[in-house]
């Protein structure tokens, strides 16, 4: 691995000890410079539709001799984004066996002998190095007056010494996080983009499993958080279960869909889809009962709000809001496209007013029911399948790209039910794009559309059928459907912006999404 780094990619050190390095301003500065190179390529580096203009420490936390390290990236636009990475250095046989993408830099001693600094998240040792923290409730204090501070539950510390000398798994080198799984029993996440403030994913998970009794989603175990001296604190990680499954929901369906296609068109017996309808039923059930939970809430965090007519008129706002976004970026991009998507898009852009219009059609003319938390980026792939066929809804995040404090307000629970309708559109119209020659696409998109209209007629039964009782939900139906198909008027707009953007040949699907619900 070393002869691949070029020789002007190696830094020059005194000593072997990354601690002492890292006091050094100079080699701050130098190994900051390595990081501008090293972050874009990563999937947990959120900041890639921008520029680096700098980047420095805000805290270096050492837990033995691993620095877990929070840098602050400035960029040409303006924004401000930290990144957690926890740093290693390593020489001679140990440094050739470092992956190459999880080096940052190499490093030379004066004798000659070489090795590298990289992001030790991947190490077999990395959760052995944390995870006391957690267990004792301890904390590791630095000079500068940042601590980084372990708590576990109950649950927790009994899981933590039954995993003891246990190995751990990384879930997935391209994740937006780290998860590492320790004994197929608990999963600690380290998270990536860290901001101050209370993370929304820790919030709501302890108050998911710990207060509405919850259980289709991995049980809060603990967190890692840093304080630093002037009161502030930052979200390093969350301890959880780790539930065994056979996939998540997108996987699984994709699955399903690239098989039944594949009878369907070659004139086998495909069947009907009546174990997946089933599956999708009980998906909305699982969904209804994490918004009766978000219901249980009782103090200012989590206790249910109103829906007021300020409400109203903000959702009337994001919608527009979002609308105007999404046109911009589809004038930016229009002339490149062709054919009748290039028609599409530009009616899309000239139809503003309608846009608009539509919107106040679909809006509450009464406000009626409540806000509550809610999952904020729910979808096919924030669920998993256990081995029994039940489901489990993870990620309580939110939409990762925006800012802490506009993850954790309460909202219409619709706007989650809005998320997975869209998902199942994206499955279907996404396999026959994947999975299905261009000549047997025409046949193949009547397939998904009627597939679609099941899944997602199935999955609101489920979940209508048991939020009858809760008052999150408008009292009338019709009234209900139409705030539904506002937020998922607002999705598919949302998604167009990418497509758009950066995958035009997907660009039918959020676009034909949008043709269902307004009239171009």
């Known amino acids: 691995m070393l002869a691949s780094l070029k020789d002007q990619e190696f830094l020059s050190v005194e000593k072997e000890n990354l601690n002492e390095l890292l006091k050094d301003p100079v080699f701050q500065d130098s190994l900051c410079q390595k990081l501008e190179s090293f972050m874009p390529s990563k999937r947990w580096y959120s900041a890639k539709d921008d520029t680096i203009s700098t980047v420095c420490f805000q805290t270096i936390v ?57 992001d030790a998240a991947g190490d077999d040792d990395f959760s052995t190095c944390l995870l006391p923290l957690l267990e004792n409730d301890a904390e590791i204090a630095t000079t500068a007056g940042v601590v980084l501070r372990g708590a576990s539950t109950a649950a927790g510390k009994a899981l933590i010494r039954e995993v003891a000398g246990q190995p751990q798994k990384m879930l997935g080198v391209e994740q937006s996080n780290t998860s590492l799984i320790v004994g197929q029993k608990i999963m ?57 499954n056979v996939g998540d929901g997108w996987s699984y369906t994709m699955d399903y869909l690239k098989s039944y296609f594949a009878d369907a068109l070659t004139g086998e017996n495909a069947g009907g889809h009546e174990t997946y309808l089933k599956e999708a039923n009980l998906l909305g059930q699982r969904t209804a009962e994490m918004h009766k939970a978000f219901f249980k809430g009782t ?55 309608k846009i608009v219009a539509r919107i106040g059609e679909l809006l509450p003319v009464v406000a009626d029911g409540y806000k509550t938390r809610f999952h904020g980026d729910y979808h096919l792939g924030q669920v998993v399948i256990d081995d029994t066929g039940d489901f489990y809804i993870l990620d309580f995040e939110g939409e990762p790209l925006r800012p802490i404090n506009e993850r954790q307000v309460k909202q ?81 707009l949302y998604e167009v912006i990418y497509e758009v953007a950066n995958r035009p040949d997907w660009l039918a699907i959020p676009m034909n999404g949008l043709s269902r619900l307004i009239d171009l």
Not at 203 to 208: D, Q
Not at 315 to 338: G, Y
Not at 435 to 440: F, G, I, R
């Open 188 to 244: 600690l996440k380290m998270y990536r983009r860290t901001a101050f403030g209370s993370h929304p994913e820790i919030a709501t998970t302890a108050f998911l499993t710990e207060e509405a009794g919850f259980k289709n989603t991995p049980a809060y175990l603990g967190m890692l958080e840093l304080k630093f001296a002037d009161g502030r604190s930052m979200a390093a990680g969350i301890l959880q279960s780790f539930v065994p």
């Open 412 to 492: 219409s629970v619709l706007k989650d039910v809005a998320g997975m309708v869209r998902s199942f559109n994206y499955a279907a119209f996404g396999a026959v794009l994947m999975y299905v020659l261009p000549e047997n696409r025409e046949k193949a998109m009547k397939l998904a559309a009627e597939w679609e209209k099941q899944a997602v007629r199935a999955f609101l039964d489920g979940y209508f059928e048991n939020m009858a009782d809760c008052e999150s939900l408008p009292a009338d139906r019709d009234v209900t459907l139409k705030l539904l198909d506002l937020f998922t008027l607002e999705k598919a």
């Open 299 to 353: 103090d200012d965090v989590f206790r249910p709000a109103h829906v007021k007519a300020d409400d109203l008129e903000s959702w009337r706002d994001q919608a527009v809001a979002q609308a105007d976004r999404t046109l911009a970026v589809c004038a930016a991009n229009v002339e490149k496209l062709t054919g009748d998507l290039k028609t599409r898009v530009q009616a899309l852009i000239d139809g503003r007013e």
């Open 62 to 118: 050492p837990v033995g001799d691993i620095q877990l390290t929070v840098v602050l990236v400035a960029l040409k636009g303006g924004d401000k984004p930290m990144f957690q990475i926890p740093m290693r250095m390593a020489f001679d046989d140990a440094a050739e066996k470092i992956a190459e993408s999880a080096v940052i830099a190499g490093v030379e001693l004066p004798d000659g002998r070489q090795g590298v600094i990289y």
